[in-house]
């Protein structure tokens, strides 16, 4: 059976967090506003044709209308499954302090791509001493390009241990410039 005063709850929420007025979700679907706010207070629901409207204005799953289950803030998988992915990543990108380990594995190239490249442009630091075990070996020396490049002063020492001869070989060109602060002559334990 459905829970029409669920379904309400998410079709008012998702009206809210698009900064829309019950007139303005009415005047987007051809209803008015009386009807929207019946579906909100869960005294009836949209027809199938107004659902279908509804998920291709907020950009979400009939699923996700119609099911009787909460999506937790930090359950990416189902967020990337219901919604469209390019907000979830840019919802979590957004975050005070993004763990990427909760995300990362559930990207694809591109996405992962753009990640790594607004996680450089914001915290590289923090990202390369947390995160530099998740990436894969494209990735890395696609990063390790990337800090080639820019002119802030990233200090590598703290992912040194986890670099292959061929990651050292690369930033060793530049050392010397002073863009890269990096001891390349550490002794190696035995």
Do not use: C
Request: hydrophobic content about 35%; glycine content about 2%.
């Amino acid at each position: 059976m459905l829970n029409l005063e669920m379904i309400g709850n998410k079709i008012a929420d998702l009206r809210r967090k698009h900064d829309m007025k019950q007139n303005e979700l009415a005047d987007a679907l051809y209803v008015t506003h009386q009807a929207v706010s019946k579906w909100e207070n869960g005294k009836s629901i949209p027809s199938i044709e107004i659902l279908y409207e509804i998920t291709k204005l907020f950009q979400v799953s009939i699923d996700y209308l119609l099911e009787d289950t909460e999506i937790k803030e930090d359950d990416y998988e189902t967020q990337l499954k219901l919604f469209p992915r390019d907000s979830v990543i840019r919802k979590f990108m957004n975050q005070t302090h993004p763990d990427f380990s909760q995300i990362f594995y559930l990207l694809d190239t591109l996405e992962r791509k753009q990640v790594l490249e607004s996680a450089l442009r914001n915290k590289p630091q923090e990202f390369l001493d947390s995160y530099w075990h998740l990436l894969s070996n494209e990735e890395r020396i696609y990063v390790l390009g990337i800090i080639k490049s820019k002119a802030d002063s990233i200090d590598l020492s703290t992912i040194y241990h986890q670099l292959s001869m061929e990651e050292k070989r690369l930033m060793h060109l530049d050392f010397g410039k002073g863009t890269i602060h990096v001891n390349f002559n550490q002794k190696r334990r035995k």
